[in-house]
């Protein structure tokens, strides 16, 4: 599990500001970046689409948010409302708008002018997925390829823990058969791929962070099933590890509350893995140093950097 960090300033952190490869906004796990650090971004990205078009993966792409019903639809408030985002906006006439102005003139909340919407962030990529696949899949299933901009509310002075992050995922939908074996191979591939960029990762069986009272059996369930894996590397320091991709295993909790059914009739069972473009990028540069130009030859080549 990546390492939880008190209030007190990350050294790596301060090294990437220096460095200008991450630009902060003032608020923690907000940061625009560099043209150098944008650059690996989007070619670790073009990587994982050209693996995602070999394998013939329906390519889907989604804005940074989505219909709040189908969060809801999901049970992600049952188990992660913490991390959630919902998207606000202002609907008044005149006088609400100058009830709006007149609490920021005072420096009082004036959050409460403005009412949730239909919108919410887009939580992980996978989620805008599952309503789009509702009814019979085809008699081999479905694969996606999926990416976007993603939210989550933990700010953090670890760099690793950005609040609003890209993440690319390929999703399997298929019988249970199929996808577990799915699962079982793509820990093994995603952590080929990391190395395949001069990191070395670490893999470890892991769980989400389930929220409430019920969260800690959730959690102990989750990893004594081994449905979710990790592939650590060493990104804020060297003795905590963080994930940079992790591999789901969700069974048929997706397609049972969105009607997803196999050529057979069978809900169907689907799982995901998920690389961090943002948390990838900081492993690289932590690995080979803050200049893409010092890195190792076969990394410059991969990564066209």
Same mark, same amino acid.
Not at 57 to 69: E, L, Q, T
Not at 120 to 142: F, H, K, M, Q, S
Not at 252 to 258: I, Q, R
């Given at each position: 599990m990546a390492q939880e960090f008190s209030a007190h300033e990350s050294p790596f952190l301060d090294q990437l500001i220096a460095h200008g490869l991450l630009i902060p906004s003032g608020v923690q796990g907000i940061y625009g970046k560099s043209g150098m650090?944008?650059?690996?971004?989007?070619?670790?990205?073009?990587?994982?689409?050209?693996?995602?078009?070999?394998?013939?993966?329906?390519?889907?792409?989604?804005?940074?948010?989505?219909?709040?019903?189908?969060?809801?639809? !999901?049970?992600y408030m049952k188990s992660f409302p913490q991390l959630l985002g919902s998207v606000h906006s202002f609907t008044g006439k005149h006088r609400e708008h100058q009830q709006l102005l007149n609490a920021m003139e005072e420096g009082q909340d004036w959050s409460q002018s403005l009412p949730? !919407?239909?919108?919410? #962030?887009?939580?992980?990529?996978?989620?805008?997925?599952?309503?789009?696949? !509702?009814?019979?899949?085809?008699?081999?299933?479905? #694969?996606?390829d999926v990416c976007c901009f993603c939210f989550r509310h933990e700010p953090s002075p670890d760099p690793a823990r950005m609040q609003s992050f890209r993440q690319h995922e390929f999703i399997r939908i298929a019988d249970a058969h199929t996808v577990e074996q799915w699962h079982g191979e793509w820990i093994k591939r995603g952590d080929a791929f990391l190395r395949s960029l001069g990191l070395e990762p670490v893999v470890a069986p892991a769980n989400d962070p389930f929220f409430g009272p019920g969260g800690r059996l959730l959690a102990a369930s989750q990893q004594e099933q081994q449905l979710k894996f990790e592939l650590l590397s060493p990104i804020n320091s060297s003795e905590h590890l963080t994930a940079i991709s992790s591999c789901n295993y969700h069974q048929?909790?997706?397609?049972?509350?969105?009607g997803i059914y196999t050529a057979s009739g069978e809900i169907a069972h689907t799982s995901c893995?998920?690389?961090?473009?943002?948390?990838?990028?900081?492993?690289?540069?932590?690995?080979?140093? #803050?200049? !893409?130009?010092?890195?190792?030859?076969?990394?410059?080549?991969?990564l066209a950097v």
């Open positions: 650090m944008e650059n690996v971004i989007c070619r670790i990205d073009e990587l994982l689409t050209d693996i995602g078009r070999e394998m013939g993966a329906d390519i889907m792409r989604f804005p940074p948010v989505m219909n709040r019903a189908t969060v809801e639809q !999901t049970g949730s !919407t239909q919108d919410v #962030l887009i939580p992980a990529a996978c989620y805008p997925v599952y309503p789009t696949l !509702t009814g019979t899949l085809p008699e081999d299933g479905r #694969l996606v048929d909790h997706f397609a049972s509350k969105f893995i998920g690389f961090g473009l943002e948390r990838i990028a900081l492993a690289l540069f932590r690995q080979h140093g #803050l200049d !893409t130009a010092e890195w190792p030859v076969e990394v410059r080549k991969r």
